[in-house]
């Protein structure tokens, strides 16, 4: 079924812009791969039936029969308190540099492990809380939910969890990412040099806004990819030799100016001045180019870097492409003026305004990713509140029967699991809380930027996706104890 789906799940992405127009991916049914969960799922089961049969051996089909949880062990007490104090620290201590890439993208999964060992141990605490604050308009439930809770720790940790995983990494993955945006919001303000900047698509009006405006210098600016057998690199376009004068690029080694036809400059890094470097031309020609200069780049870093005049050489469709133009010596309003004289279609900004285009772009393509990789997360966890609330009234049948018989009415129990639910996601959203700072402190403190800041921004979203999972889980969990005792009333009459 995934692999039947895959080809719309792609075009899906590609239309949300969390993958370019030119991503293909091969799909294909695995069968090894499933064969390995099936065996997973059944050993897994042979393993929990055995741990079951164990038990009913050692203590009987007495011992069995309730459906409350015995009480921890001081060893699994501990245990938990150390991986989860333990874990804080670990993550909020940790140089997000040593880790790697994968490492850094992993922190927010491996944070949820802390809070996940830490939840059994908070449910008794906020039964307590939440028990009496409801027990003020409704004394029964309250006082049921919180004893409940308190002698069922482990199970209620387990509700918690798909709301841990959903809304913890979701926090935890943007909250690591403010700290990298407030990096790259300083390194935009402080690259461009410019007074102006003008935006417009296809190398000839760049050619035509350039000669329609005066001042200057002028710089052109325009990036392609090219896949070179399963390599992919960089091409940038531009006016090379005043590249300098109007963004903070700074040549190396090298001479910039030298530039042009033949002649290319590379990152910092990635070559020395006198290197060589085959690079297939539009008809898939190699083209032997020189490296006459060695640059830092923050905004264009990586890959080669070619002279205006060779953008109908290397890249396939100059016309599409989106060009930017640095221009010092005139301001936003008189070179708006001139390319609407010079009937140029192109967009004008002033240094601050363009900055901060830059800033909401990179914003916008951190928010496609979080979109495609942690929303597919969070709909799955939806999908688990839901079968664990359903599946959980009705394995509690025998116990509602139990306090039906005492006197406990229909409404009475549905506000008991209602109180339940409020416990379970009031423990989750603290341990959420927990989580996220952590990840804040260590990510702001390895970037040098505000912890507070960074759990400022994060707070609205994380904190609708929170109040969703709540929300949802409520309606499931009463709407499924009202169904499972409405059955046992009528089964009763």
């Known amino acids: 079924m995934g692999a039947l789906l895959a080809p719309w799940l792609l075009d899906g992405l590609k239309a949300v812009g969390f993958f370019g127009p030119g991503v293909a991916v091969r799909v294909g049914f695995q069968p090894m791969s499933l064969l390995a969960v099936v065996v997973s799922m059944v050993l897994v089961a042979a393993l929990a039936g055995r741990s079951a049969s164990r038990q009913i051996t050692r203590q009987g089909l007495t011992g069995v029969s309730s459906e409350t949880v015995a009480r921890m062990s001081w060893w699994s007490v501990a245990g938990r308190a150390v991986v989860g104090v333990g874990g804080v620290i670990v993550i909020a201590l940790l140089d997000p540099q040593t ?45 049921l939910a919180a004893r409940r809770s308190s ?28 700290p990298d945006e407030q990096v790259q919001a300083a390194s935009f303000t402080g690259y461009v040099q410019a ?50 004068a109007v ?29 060589t470097i085959t690079v297939p031309d539009v008809n898939g020609r190699p083209v032997v180019l020189r490296v006459v200069a060695t640059v830092n780049d923050p905004l264009y870093d ?22 930017t133009i640095y ?39 951190s928010m496609s990713g979080n979109v495609g990789i942690f929303g597919t997360v969070y709909l799955m966890c939806l999908v688990s509140v839901v079968q664990m609330a359903v599946s959980g009234g009705m394995s509690r049948r025998r116990e509602f029967g139990i306090l039906r018989s005492l006197g406990v009415g229909a409404h009475g129990i549905v506000r008991t699991v209602a109180t339940e639910c409020v416990i379970i ?30 759990i400022r921004q994060v707070v ?9 999972v709540t929300l949802l889980a409520l309606l499931a969990h009463t709407a499924s104890t009202r169904i499972t005792v409405d059955r046992i009333i009528r089964g009763a009459n």
């Not at 700074?250 to 890094?269: E, I, L, P």
């Open 99 to 143: 880790v790697g890439n994968y490492g850094m993208l992993a922190l927010p999964f491996l944070a949820v492990v802390p809070a996940v060992a830490l939840a059994p141990l908070l449910v008794p605490a906020g039964a307590w809380v939440i028990g009496r604050l409801v027990g003020w308009f409704a004394p029964g439930p309250g006082l």
């Open 151 to 178: 002698k069922d720790r482990v199970r209620f940790a387990r509700l918690a969890t798909p709301v841990l995983v959903a809304v913890g990494t979701l926090g935890g993955f943007m909250v690591a990412n403010v």
């Open 195 to 244: 007074q102006t900047v003008l935006t417009t698509v296809g190398a000839a009006d760049a050619d035509r806004v350039v000669e329609a405006v005066s001042g200057g210098p002028l710089a052109r600016v325009a990036s392609v990819n090219r896949v070179n057998g399963s390599a992919i690199s960089s091409l940038t376009f531009s006016d090379a030799a005043d590249m300098g």
């Open 247 to 275: 963004t903070s690029q700074k040549t190396t080694s090298g001479d910039v100016a030298k530039v042009g036809g033949g002649n290319v400059a590379v990152s910092t890094g990635e070559g020395v001045v006198g290197d």
């Open 302 to 323: 990586g890959g080669i870097f070619l002279g205006w005049d060779q953008i109908d050489r290397f890249a396939r469709e100059p016309g599409k492409l989106d060009v």
């Open 327 to 365: 221009a010092k010596g005139v301001t936003a309003s008189a070179a708006q003026r001139e390319v609407r004289t010079a009937g140029v279609e192109a967009q004008v900004y002033d240094r601050d305004a363009y900055v901060g285009r830059l800033i909401d772009n990179r914003k916008a393509g």
């Open 425 to 454: 996601h009031v423990i989750a959203g603290v341990l959420i809380g927990i989580s996220v700072g952590a990840l804040a402190q260590e990510f702001a403190t390895a970037n040098g930027t505000s912890t507070l800041s960074a």
């Open 460 to 468: 609205p979203l994380t904190a609708a996706a929170f109040i969703v």
